[in-house]
């Protein structure tokens, strides 16, 4: 296991990250932004993972204990903001949905070669437009029973499984009925919308190693290519062979 490790300023900065590089766990004495202008990115803490693509950016509150890992070839930026500094008035993580021009103010007031004085007359303009952002779903909340957790850990290796509740169950000892009422208590989810969750967060992940539309479907789950491509738009707005 890593060595959980404190970072008290968490950096302003750009910088490219290999296919499946990231940052070990840690936690900052500053909230934080997290962006990948190209590929994807995930953050993991206790409570589940957020999975941002080039349109949504994640914020993490100080003192959330959290690690990245980069899908597909990401450009990340990150920004560092004190504590006083939060215009969404977040206590925990969540995804931001970004536009292009909160886009394009990320990517400058990243850019390390901006003088200081720049920097700090971009900052109001930032926040600004953070307080206006949308927050959107995509967290894929962590079951802690274990039986749960068991189940989690086979679909989690396996997103194209379509056995249901009753079928899994018998794999774990555990009645559908049961297994229900605990998804919705511990995640506050069904188990259908949990599922759809980690099969978008799994399908984010192969569009940006690459994969093809229809391959990522089969490899998800979905029944066809179309059916895929509708839940994708529901969920993100616009279809996954959008760059």
Not at 92 to 102: D, H, M, T
């Given at each position: 296991?890593?060595?959980?490790?404190?970072?008290?300023?968490?950096?302003?900065?750009?910088?490219?990250?290999?296919?499946?590089?990231?940052i070990?766990?840690?936690?900052?004495?500053?909230?934080?932004?997290?962006?990948?202008?190209?590929?994807?990115?995930?953050?993991?803490?206790?409570?589940?993972?957020?999975i941002?693509?080039?349109?949504?950016?994640?914020?993490?509150?100080?003192?959330?204990?959290?690690?990245?890992?980069?899908?597909?070839?990401t450009?990340?930026?990150?920004?560092?903001?004190?504590?006083?500094?939060?215009?969404?008035?977040?206590?925990?993580?969540?995804?931001?949905?970004?536009?292009?021009?909160?886009?394009?103010?990320?990517?400058?007031?990243?850019?390390?070669?901006?003088?200081?004085?720049?920097?700090?007359?971009?900052?109001?303009?930032?926040?600004?437009?953070?307080?206006?952002?949308?927050?959107?779903?995509?967290?894929?909340?962590t079951?802690r029973?274990?039986?749960?957790?068991?189940?989690?850990?086979?679909?989690?290796?396996?997103?194209?499984?379509?056995?249901?509740?009753?079928?899994?169950?018998?794999?774990?000892g555990?009645?559908?009925?049961?297994?229900?009422?605990?998804?919705?208590?511990?995640?506050?989810m069904?188990?259908?919308?949990?599922?759809?969750?980690?099969?978008?967060?799994?399908?984010?992940?192969?569009?940006?190693?690459?994969?093809?539309?229809?391959?990522?479907?089969?490899?998800?789950g979905?029944s066809?290519?179309?059916?895929?491509?509708e839940?994708?738009?529901?969920s993100?707005?616009?279809?996954?062979?959008?760059?």
């Open positions: 296991m890593s060595k959980l490790r404190h970072v008290p300023v968490a950096e302003t900065t750009s910088q490219d990250i290999a296919p499946l590089g990231g070990d766990v840690h936690f900052h004495d500053q909230h934080q932004i997290i962006y990948a202008s190209r590929g994807v990115l995930a953050v993991t803490t206790d409570s589940g993972r957020w941002s693509p080039a349109h949504q950016a994640i914020w993490v509150p100080a003192g959330t204990v959290h690690g990245h890992r980069a899908y597909g070839a450009r990340l930026h990150t920004v560092g903001m004190p504590p006083g500094d939060n215009p969404l008035e977040l206590t925990e993580p969540a995804i931001l949905a970004v536009g292009p021009l909160l886009r394009e103010l990320i990517i400058a007031y990243t850019d390390s070669r901006r003088p200081p004085a720049e920097r700090a007359a971009m900052h109001g303009v930032l926040l600004d437009q953070l307080s206006r952002a949308a927050t959107r779903p995509g967290r894929l909340p079951p029973d274990e039986r749960l957790a068991a189940l989690g850990s086979i679909l989690d290796s396996h997103p194209a499984d379509s056995r249901n509740l009753s079928e899994l169950g018998r794999l774990i555990a009645s559908p009925r049961t297994l229900s009422r605990l998804f919705r208590v511990e995640t506050g069904t188990f259908p919308q949990w599922r759809t969750q980690l099969r978008l967060q799994h399908a984010l992940r192969l569009l940006a190693e690459g994969e093809s539309v229809s391959r990522v479907a089969a490899a998800c979905w066809s290519a179309s059916a895929f491509i839940t994708f738009r529901r993100f707005g616009h279809t996954p062979g959008r760059r």
